[in-house]
């Protein structure tokens, strides 16, 4: 691993270099948190379903739960859509992936269109597809879209897209390029097309709490998943399969989970923070060298802070939400909005069931909703392209981590220079050397046991 130690000297080190983005350089980028772009209602159109037009080719690469689902749901989003490729590099994940298909779908992946290894991406690209679902670990995304932004395909990419500072550079080029093409591409941070969500920000933007001052965001849950070391996988096959819990493949939880309630606050305030001050620790996590919490104070130019928390640790209070504080009201970003008194001013108005009392949730689900508003653009050549604003919201995540593994303040313009990169540099279903080497984060300095008190 080219950067596994993270002591506040190597950081530094690091990050006097700029990793390479092709012909962009890291200003013309993000260059500072106080640069971000006001809010802007640019949202495209709430279907129920995509409106019929040509045929569209669906490939998959990464046939895992999150695959699978995305290939689901990308089926549901409107008529005239196949699946037709499908790559991974393990057999089994896409032979589970192209079961559910068909069983929930009918439809059958044609076996000439089934790639495995770690090229499997180049050959799903080149076998004629139109629009292609990234969901391999995010260690590989920024590689995957830069192919597939090469190869001309509108892209659907889950969270995060990067691990690294290197990486989000990478992805946000490609953005670039992705614009000057007219792809259309759509993250999966499903709350920005989450019906509720939605409303609540058009309010908020049209200026229904004042200015925001001050925000929250947590992600606490318990244990996500994860899997124990087998005597007939590699290495690299174990740790792909426990992939969740190494640093190099997921960016920790904060960077490939909490990344949804982070984006909601660049979303909702149209603001990113300039710098990161935080804290975290490894209480319960039995595989992998990541923390299992996290909680950072973002702080803004304009002296706005945001608190992120979040946890993955059973048996403790669970949270998965977002707040802001406008000088005029307040809100949870998701369906209420309150004035300064605390009054109610707006509760989303979701549908009724039979006994006429409200759903819990949205009528479509944002996981089939982000489908349709991609297939949407796609056929009306609506611009959309999320990937920015998400490369955004995970060097966000990115400088938390950082932060609370160093126990340092770290700044926005440090990570935008950082040439922090995670991983391998060649990729080999074998034994690489990382699982013995790695080790957990310690912030700060060890005590000295020479010193007593007198």
Known sequence: MSEQNFSRRRFLANAAAVGAVGVIGANALVSCGEKKKAVELNLPPLFDQAPDGKPLKLGVIGCGGRGSGAALNHLEAGPNITVHALGDVFQDKIDDCR??????????????????????????????????????????????????????????????????????????????????????????????????????????????????????????????????????????????????????????????????????????????????????????????????????????????????????????????????????????????????????????PYPLDENGEPERNVKISPYVQEHIDLVTCIRQNIPINEAEAIAESNMCAIMGRVSAYTGKEVSWDEMMNSDMKLGPDTYVMGDIGFVDKATVPIAGEAADAGKTRG
């Open 99 to 348: 079961n559910k298909i068909k069983n929930q779908t009918g439809q059958e992946v044609p076996e000439e269109n089934i790639f495995v290894g770690f090229d499997a991406y180049e050959k799903v690209l080149d076998s004629g597809i139109d629009v292609v679902v990234l969901a391999s670990p995010p260690h590989f995304r920024p590689k995957h879209f830069e192919a597939a932004v090469q190869a001309r395909k509108h892209v659907f990419m889950e969270k995060p897209v990067a691990v690294d500072p290197v990486g989000i550079r990478q992805v946000m080029a490609s953005a670039k390029k992705a614009d000057s093409l007219g792809l259309k591409i759509v993250a999966g941070t499903q709350r920005r097309h989450q019906r509720d969500y939605i409303e609540v920000y058009k309010q908020i933007a049209q200026g229904s709490i004042g200015d925001i001052v001050s925000a929250n965001c947590y992600w606490n849950m318990g244990k996500l998943w994860h899997r124990n070391p087998n005597a007939e996988w590699s290495e690299m096959e174990y740790m792909l399969r426990d992939w969740v819990n190494w640093i190099w493949l997921s960016g920790d939880h904060i960077v490939e989970q909490h990344v949804h309630n982070i984006d909601v606050v660049n979303w909702f305030t149209g603001k990113l923070p300039t710098k990161a001050v935080g804290f975290g620790s490894r209480l319960r996590r039995v595989t992998g060298d990541q923390f299992d919490n996290f909680s950072i104070d973002f702080m803004y130019d304009d002296k706005m802070h945001t608190h992120s928390m979040c946890r993955q640790i059973n048996g403790c209070a669970n949270n998965v939400s977002e707040f802001v504080m406008g000088t005029k009201g307040s809100s949870n970003c998701k369906n209420t909005i309150w004035d300064a008194a605390g009054a109610e001013l707006y509760k989303y």
